[in-house]
């Protein structure tokens, strides 16, 4: 049973740190996308890559995020420092170039204090 | 870029009714997407369609695309309780170019089916 995986599932940290978020796309997908979702501004993406290639990273701030795929089963996102707006649900999907249907992971619940 | 709207935002239905949740995108497409999403949790693929006049059926759950109209439509038959969740649609950003791939999303339709 294929799925994206996510790590951690919930992390609460406090304003300042360092905050990393991994996902594990579905093996042979070669589309990764970053979303992030509040209740105020609903899914928003990030970011995306295509063969681990970055994409399109308009949709995140670049002064504190970043993201990155080490490798075809890696991909992370990483803010420095945090800061309480960046508190959010953010959910990795993954999918094939060929087809724009995406599966998304069961998320990170990020709470900044 | 595609533009995808729903409507409505919020719907309550009565447990055993029927209704629609439409979905409007602004340029040509010839694919559609609907997601479920449970309060807490992610989002799951409900259903792709990936033609003019594409009709798929699940359970309760209707959709179909017309892609002349650039519309797709979730139609819910005699609503249960389990059936409240926030739908999405989502369309191909742009066909061909940087966007393919990727999704632009409608808002979201929360539905809340009461007894």
């Known amino acids: 049973d294929a799925r994206v995986t996510q790590t951690p599932r919930h992390k609460v940290t406090e304003m300042g740190q360092e905050v990393t978020m991994r996902c594990q796309p579905i093996l042979g997908h070669n589309t990764v996308f970053w979303y992030r979702q509040t209740m105020m501004q609903g899914l928003e993406l990030l970011a995306y890559?295509?063969?681990?290639?970055?994409?399109?990273d308009s949709g995140m701030p670049k002064d504190r995020f970043s993201a990155e795929m080490p490798d075809a089963t890696l991909a992370t996102l990483k803010i420095q420092p945090s800061e309480p707006r960046d508190s959010a649900v953010y959910f990795c999907a993954s999918g094939r170039w060929s087809n724009n249907e995406q599966f998304f992971g069961p998320g990170t619940r990020l709470t900044v204090l | 870029e595609l533009k995808v709207e729903q409507n409505p935002l919020f719907l309550s239905m009565q447990e055993g009714k029927n209704y629609t949740i439409y979905c409007n995108y602004s340029t040509t497409s010839d694919r559609l997407y609907w997601y479920r999403q449970d309060p807490g949790k992610s989002l799951e693929s409900l259903f792709v369609l990936l033609s003019n006049g594409a009709v798929k059926q699940e359970g309760r759950l209707m959709a179909s695309l017309d892609t002349k109209a650039r519309l797709s439509t979730l139609h819910i038959t005699a609503a249960v309780h389990d059936l409240s969740a926030t739908y999405f649609c989502?369309?191909?950003?742009?066909?061909?170019?940087?966007?393919?791939?990727?999704?632009?999303f409608g808002q979201g339709t929360i539905l809340t089916v009461h007894p």
């Open positions: 989502a369309g191909p950003s742009n066909a061909g170019g940087t966007s393919y791939g990727k999704l632009t």
């Open positions: 890559f295509r063969n681990r290639a970055p994409l399109d």
